[in-house]
């Protein structure tokens, strides 16, 4: 796990921590903040009301102990890193990883939505499209994330590597 955590930080992670899996928040509520505010809600397979429902992101964070959760400065770096690191993961023998990514898919111009996502290796929901308090769960783990109060102010994007 030490090995994953290092990864990230040398691929572009500002912060890389090794985490309890039982420290990750869920509530029902975060998937409004998608629903209310976000222009990506419905537009893609891996953004609600497509991705996993907070009760199944529940239950499926009962099946694993451990996590990485890594900070950067964009969404898309942190897509890339979550999906870097879910895969040596994988080799590494953690067959049940799973990565989680920030913000919403946009690996293709336009999402197929009524057919099969044509990059389903690559896409991953974000942590807040499957009702992850993305807040709590970076308080949980002894950091701060600042929000951004303008448009355009540099702010910390989350993802998460699930370990068994």
């Known amino acids: 796990m030490e090995d994953l955590r290092r990864m990230a930080r040398e691929a572009g992670a500002f912060e890389a921590r090794v985490i309890e899996a039982a420290t990750v928040a869920v509530a029902p509520w975060v998937r409004w ?61 953690f067959y049940k990883a799973f990565g989680l990514g920030a913000g919403p898919c946009g690996l293709c111009e336009k999402c197929t939505l009524t057919g099969p996502c044509r990059r389903p290796a690559e896409a991953r929901p974000a942590m807040e499209a499957c009702g992850i308090d993305v807040f709590q769960t970076v308080r949980n783990n002894g950091l701060e994330l600042p929000v951004a109060r303008e448009p355009g102010q540099p702010c910390a994007r989350v993802g998460l590597v699930l370990v068994e």
Do not use: D, I
């Open 33 to 93: 903040k998608c629903q209310y505010g976000c222009p990506g809600y419905g537009q893609s397979l891996c953004c609600p009301p497509h991705s996993p429902r907070p009760e199944e992101t529940a239950a499926v964070l009962r099946c694993y102990r451990h996590g990485v959760l890594l900070l950067a400065e964009q969404s898309w770096l942190v897509r890339y890193l979550v999906g870097q690191l879910e895969q040596a993961a994988f080799k590494a023998g």
